[in-house]
């Protein structure tokens, strides 16, 4: 059991989460050097005994200071399933050890620990607690230059509100944001895009509209989170146009798109059956330079070849491979699928080989046999072989199906020597069960060239 230091020695009783009490004011110096937690009853348990060696593990070598106790809620207890709802309570009682004063930082890590609980009756006091005790960020007796008169900054309210946004509690969200103009703490970004997205949520959004005006107007600029949100309720509301000349906007502010942007209005106009807009836009921001070049194509190339359009993809993929946004594997695959089912192997069978040459993907087997079977089919067995030895090249791995499939069409084409071949090579790898198996596959291609020989002397 680790020794406690001093400071924990005297600790009284353990409250419940339930009978915690608001945060006391600083207390003036004690008459001892121990400092208890505040007094709350509740019979010592073991579990009373194992949060003081908890902390007393941590404070051991270490003087009780706002650094040390803020490492303490977010390494420590922020991730123990006992004792984590006893944040509250630690945190009122290192505000009553001597010469202790919270600052900003374990004021807003409280605060955000309160609002993403839902402890939202602990916020208030923790407020005036705030309001009352200035932080000692700053020397003299000056309050901490990101708090205004001893008012909580931008960071404290923006916490807030988010809070009583996740707890569904809009209008309470928005009284924060008023006292916070009262206080005469500037709103940020940050607090602007919280808001925006609740009134979008809440189904209000003509007051979001609004509230982005206001937010210019008050000299704060919108990021691209701002216009995400904006662009997604315009298409909620099935004002599509003008969700994308905000997208264009975003371009004339010098706003890049984010992943998320193109997410959002590529599945808009999906969803609006407007699949080919959504193929021209992309075009359009590709040759512009604005399109993230992490963004994801296989959701579009997907609605493509559901609605037989896999030419149309494959136009948009070369577009976009041309300037610089390279397909995915999952995009890949899709396309060849796309175009091996509607009869484009020749495009299929370019695609791989122009995928496996530029070292984007290493296709999984699966796809990769069932392209060699349709080329083989098609009487072109030959240059399914040659994206076999390229495959190899790139490490793919062919297996027993993909011999299987290269010899049956060396067989249909009477090329017995070939096909010997890869047998040979299926008979090294273990690919042959057995001698019958050796044997049939062998007959096949000497027949084979039997009757295409005959065949030619007619």
């Given at each position: 059991?680790?020794?406690?230091p001093?400071?924990?020695?005297?600790?009284?009783?353990?409250?419940?989460?339930?009978?915690?009490s608001?945060?006391?004011?600083?207390?003036?110096?004690?008459?001892?050097p121990?400092?208890?937690?505040p007094?709350l009853?509740?019979?010592?348990?073991?579990?009373?005994d194992?949060l003081?060696?908890?902390?007393?593990?941590?404070?051991?070598?270490?003087?009780?200071?706002?650094?040390?106790?803020?490492?303490?809620?977010?390494?420590?207890?922020h991730?123990?399933?006992?004792?984590?709802?006893?944040?509250?309570?630690?945190?009122?009682?290192?505000?009553?050890?001597?010469?202790?004063r919270?600052?900003?930082t374990?004021f807003?890590?409280?605060?955000?620990?309160?609002?993403?609980?839902?402890?939202?009756?602990?916020?208030?006091p923790l407020?005036q607690?705030?309001?009352?005790?200035?932080?000692?960020?700053s020397?003299?007796?000056?309050?901490?230059?990101?708090?205004?008169?001893?008012?909580?900054n931008v960071?404290?309210?923006?916490?807030?509100?988010?809070?009583?946004v996740?707890c569904?509690?809009?209008d309470k969200?928005?009284?924060?944001?008023?006292?916070?103009?009262?206080?005469r703490?500037?709103?940020?970004v940050?607090?602007?895009?919280?808001?925006?997205?609740?009134?979008?949520?809440n189904?209000?959004?003509?007051?979001?509209l609004?509230?982005?005006k206001?937010?210019r107007?008050?000299?704060?600029?919108?990021?691209v989170?701002?216009?995400?949100?904006l662009?997604?309720?315009?298409?909620?509301?099935?004002?599509?146009?003008?969700g994308?000349?905000?997208?264009?906007?975003?371009?004339?502010?010098?706003?890049?798109?984010?992943?998320?942007?193109c997410?959002?209005?590529?599945?808009?106009?999906c969803?609006?059956?407007?699949?080919?807009?959504?193929?021209e836009?992309?075009?359009?921001?590709?040759r512009?330079?604005v399109?993230?070049?992490?963004?994801d194509?296989?959701g579009?190339?997907?609605?493509?070849?559901?609605?037989?359009?896999?030419?149309?993809a494959?136009?948009?993929?070369?577009?976009?491979?041309?300037?610089?946004n390279?397909?995915?594997?999952?995009c890949?695959t899709?396309?060849?699928?796309?175009?091996?089912?509607s009869?484009?192997?020749?495009?299929a069978?370019?695609?791989?080989?122009?995928?496996?040459?530029?070292?984007?993907i290493?296709p999984?087997?699966?796809t990769?046999?069932?392209?060699?079977?349709?080329?083989c089919?098609?009487?072109?067995?030959?240059?399914?072989?040659m994206?076999r030895?390229?495959?190899?090249?790139?490490g793919?791995?062919?297996?027993?199906?993909?011999?299987?499939n290269?010899?049956?069409?060396y067989?249909a084409?009477?090329?017995?020597?070939?096909?010997?071949?890869?047998?040979?090579?299926?008979?090294?790898?273990?690919?042959?069960?057995?001698?019958?198996?050796y044997?049939?596959?062998?007959?096949?291609?000497?027949?084979s060239?039997?009757r295409?020989?005959?065949?030619?002397c007619?």
């Amino acid at each position: 059991m680790p020794k406690l230091p001093p400071i924990l020695k005297r600790l009284d009783r353990l409250p419940s989460p339930s009978q915690i009490s608001p945060i006391p004011p600083l207390p003036s110096p004690p008459p001892a050097p121990l400092v208890p937690f505040p007094t709350l009853t509740l019979t010592p348990t073991s579990n009373y005994d194992s949060l003081l060696n908890f902390l007393g593990a941590y404070f051991t070598t270490r003087p009780v200071n706002p650094q040390n106790l803020l490492h303490f809620f977010k390494s420590k207890l922020h991730h123990h399933p006992h004792y984590r709802h006893y944040d509250l309570h630690i945190f009122s009682w290192a505000a009553t050890v001597d010469s202790f004063r919270h600052d900003h930082t374990t004021f807003e890590w409280m605060a955000r620990s309160l609002a993403n609980t839902n402890r939202l009756s602990d916020l208030t006091p923790l407020l005036q607690f705030m309001a009352s005790n200035p932080c000692p960020c700053s020397e003299g007796i000056f309050s901490c230059p990101r708090m205004i008169d001893g008012r909580p900054n931008v960071a404290i309210y923006n916490t807030l509100i988010n809070g009583f946004v996740k707890c569904g509690r809009h209008d309470k969200a928005v009284e924060v944001y008023d006292r916070m103009l009262k206080d005469r703490v500037k709103p940020d970004v940050f607090t602007f895009n919280i808001l925006i997205s609740s009134y979008c949520k809440n189904k209000k959004f003509e007051m979001a509209l609004e509230l982005f005006k206001e937010m210019r107007e008050k000299g704060c600029s919108p990021n691209v989170v701002s216009f995400n949100t904006l662009i997604k309720g315009f298409f909620r509301q099935g004002k599509i146009e003008d969700g994308v000349k905000m997208a264009y906007e975003m371009i004339d502010l010098g706003i890049e798109f984010s992943t998320v942007t193109c997410e959002i209005l590529v599945d808009g106009l999906c969803n609006k059956s407007r699949t080919m807009e959504a193929c021209e836009l992309l075009i359009d921001f590709s040759r512009k330079g604005v399109l993230p070049s992490a963004f994801d194509l296989s959701g579009l190339v997907s609605v493509l070849c559901e609605q037989k359009c896999a030419g149309r993809a494959l136009e948009l993929v070369y577009e976009l491979w041309k300037n610089g946004n390279v397909p995915s594997l999952i995009c890949s695959t899709t396309l060849v699928e796309g175009l091996r089912k509607s009869g484009r192997i020749e495009e299929a069978f370019r695609l791989m080989e122009k995928l496996l040459n530029g070292n984007v993907i290493v296709p999984d087997i699966i796809t990769f046999n069932c392209l060699i079977q349709d080329v083989c089919k098609v009487g072109r067995t030959s240059d399914a072989d040659m994206l076999r030895l390229l495959g190899c090249s790139k490490g793919l791995e062919p297996d027993s199906t993909t011999y299987n499939n290269l010899v049956s069409g060396y067989t249909a084409e009477g090329k017995s020597k070939e096909g010997e071949v890869l047998v040979e090579e299926m008979l090294d790898k273990d690919f042959i069960p057995d001698l019958a198996t050796y044997n049939t596959l062998m007959n096949g291609l000497s027949n084979s060239r039997r009757r295409h020989r005959n065949s030619s002397c007619k």
